[in-house]
């Protein structure tokens, strides 16, 4: 079955530690993962894919096959990070799997 | 327009009615997408279109739920028979190509309360 698992239904850090969401998935195919962020009020939208193994906004995610995880990272949170976040898989069938999302709170 | 547009941005409606919620993609994206996304979950897809047909509908819940590209622009999602586990706020995204794991751009999305 194609499922992404987000363990963390909130994650509470403070600003200047570092921060790791969860992110698992399952697929028997190759898999192209995503991170997108919904900041409040305001739509949802991509932060990042695996393909471009690019750090946007200080955040890194690496797909781990092995494990089956595509964990997004940041070393230093910002208060402006403070976000819901979704881990997103894409099957290569026009559907974009999404999981329940992680709410991140960085407190001052 | 600068994004994709979703209107009603709010729609309330007493349960057996029928509801229509439209979605205006980016100018010239040729997929489009609506996604359902209820209380405490991540978006969840039901039906994609490619043009103006639909390439993927395998996520609609039911027959009460039926969605329209015309013109391959405007997309309409269509409920009959309003039941109040429908209420969620309904996602539309659309992106510049097809088949291929591409960014898709979300609307501010429909919250439909059913009462």
């Known amino acids: 079955a194609q499922r992404v698992t987000q363990p963390e239904k909130l994650l509470s850090v403070f600003k200047g530690a570092p921060v790791e969401l969860k992110c698992n998935y399952s697929y028997s195919g190759s898999p192209e993962l995503f991170w997108y962020v919904q900041y409040s009020r305001q739509r949802l939208q991509l932060l990042l894919r695996h393909i471009s193994r690019e750090s946007i906004k200080g955040f890194t995610a690496d797909l781990n096959k092995g494990e089956t995880s595509f964990h997004l990272k940041k070393p230093f949170a910002q208060e402006e990070d403070s976000a819901m976040y979704y881990c997103?898989?894409?099957?290569?069938?026009?559907?974009?799997?999404f999981g329940a999302g992680t709410r991140l709170f960085v407190k001052a | 327009g600068a994004g994709v547009s979703q209107t009603p941005s709010n729609k309330v409606t007493e349960k057996g009615k029928y509801v229509e919620l439209r979605c205006d993609p980016i100018?010239?994206?040729?997929?489009l997408y609506w996604y359902r996304q209820s209380l405490g979950q991540g978006p969840e897809f039901l039906i994609y279109f490619q043009g103006t047909g639909a390439a993927d509908d395998s996520g609609l819940p039911n027959d009460r739920f039926f969605a329209v590209r015309p013109e391959g622009s405007v997309s309409t999602l269509k409920i009959q028979r309003t039941e109040r586990g429908d209420s969620a706020v309904y996602l539309c995204?659309?992106?510049?190509?097809?088949?291929?794991?591409?960014?898709?751009?979300f609307g501010q999305g429909t919250r439909l309360t059913v009462v």
């Open positions: 997103a898989l894409y099957t290569g069938g026009f559907k974009t799997i």
């Open positions: 100018s010239g994206h040729t997929a």
């Open positions: 995204a659309s992106s510049p190509r097809v088949g291929e794991s591409t960014e898709a751009f």
